[in-house]
């Protein structure tokens, strides 16, 4: 029921941006966290950047000063702002949030569909 839609992906050249972005919708109570995951051909998935519901960000050393991540709370909403892009950047983006649909359930991780950033010359 809980659904995650991303956008904003495409081909950009090096040194180029790209705004990623993710809403939440359907059954929502509220979101704690949420963040962006991403795969490289032969490499495993790895964290980029997560934010947590006050705010809070972390990001991974890869990609630090050159990415953020942010949130409209109002909108459900979760974004990437990626500038300084570098070939080693190409992968499939998944958004990720931590959800409750109940004030009396725990939260689950639901996952967006994924989407290609590609970073060539």
């Known amino acids: 029921q809980v659904q995650l839609v991303e956008s904003g992906g495409g081909l950009v050249q090096p040194g180029g941006s790209l705004r990623l972005s993710c809403a939440a919708s359907?059954?929502?109570?509220?979101?704690?966290?949420m963040g962006w995951y991403r795969q490289a051909p032969g490499k495993e998935r790895e964290l980029v950047a997560a934010i947590t519901s006050g705010g809070s960000t972390n990001y991974a050393d890869s990609v630090k000063g050159r990415f953020t991540i942010s949130r409209d709370n109002a909108k459900n909403t979760v974004y990437l702002q990626m500038n300084s892009l570098k070939p080693e950047d190409t992968a499939v983006y998944y958004c990720?949030?931590?959800?409750?649909?109940?004030?009396?359930?725990?939260?689950?991780?639901?996952w967006g569909q994924g989407t290609q950033v590609t970073v060539s010359s």
């Open positions: 990720n949030a931590d959800i409750r649909t109940s004030r009396y359930r725990d939260p689950y991780d639901y």
């Open positions: 359907g059954s929502i109570f509220s979101i704690n966290a």
